[in-house]
């Protein structure tokens, strides 16, 4: 059964940091990996898709890497601000057509 | 593009009262939706995938005459509690995956925040 492990639990980092948050997946076997936010009370921001193909994908101050056989991806932030502040959850499908597995998210606050 | 709606965004009801929530797809057709539930400070987890025009399949553990889906059309399900109790109260959270779209991109909709007295 897939496991999704994100981690730290939590991370508070003065603005400006750059910033590097991880998810590691008990079976390398995906179809893909998702990175998403979520601020509180809200529904789910989808930041970025990595195929299981892919190695990366980038967006704005946003990079993801994806390394399927050791079962991890990261989350790259540049330049941190306190808008980023939410929680980053990360999830993957184990094939074409199959929900998504999520870990239980990293929460960040980006202090001024 | 790619907009899931869902409604209500929050509800209070009594104990032993019925809900329905629905999730739409507003620009695209999805042949499969899914559900889910978030406790506090917890993560998502599936309770069932529907597929439009058959039987929805539920995760082990989801009562499925508690939790019924509708996938009536390509553009809306919905997810009806029946008889809620105070352990319902939940944010429950409904994906779309878009028809014919390769990379099995999910969009989620905001979420109904379910509160049960």
């Known amino acids: 059964k897939q496991e999704v492990t994100q981690i730290p639990a939590a991370l508070s980092v003065p603005e400006g940091e750059n910033l590097v948050l991880n998810c590691s997946f008990t079976d390398s076997a995906i179809y893909n990996l998702q990175w998403f936010r979520q601020d509180p009370g809200k529904g789910l921001t989808s930041l970025l898709l990595?195929?299981?193909?892919?190695r990366e994908q980038t967006s704005g101050r946003l990079n993801a890497s994806l390394d399927k056989s050791s079962g991890r991806s990261t989350l790259y932030i540049a330049a941190s601000q306190p808008g980023d502040s939410a929680t980053y959850l990360c999830?993957?499908?184990?094939?074409?057509?199959?929900?998504?597995?999520f870990g239980k998210g990293t929460t960040l606050s980006v202090s001024s | 593009g790619a907009v899931v709606s869902q409604h209500p965004s929050w509800v209070i009801c009594k104990s032993g009262t019925s809900v329905k929530i629905e999730c739409r797809s507003l620009?695209?057709?999805?042949?499969?939706m899914f559900w889910y539930r978030q406790f506090p400070k917890q993560s998502l987890m599936l309770m069932a995938t529907s597929n439009e025009g058959s039987k929805a399949t539920y995760e082990q553990g989801v009562e499925k005459d508690k939790f019924l889906i509708n996938h009536a059309s390509l553009t809306l399900s919905t997810l009806t509690v029946t008889s809620a109790h105070p352990e319902d109260s939940s944010f429950y959270i409904c994906s779309a995956r878009e028809s014919g779209r390769a990379n099995n991109e999910q969009f989620f909709g905001p979420g109904t925040r379910l509160t049960v007295l």
């Open positions: 990595i195929q299981s193909s892919q």
């Open positions: 999830a993957v499908t184990g094939q074409a057509g199959t929900a998504l597995i």
């Open positions: 620009d695209f057709q999805a042949t499969t």
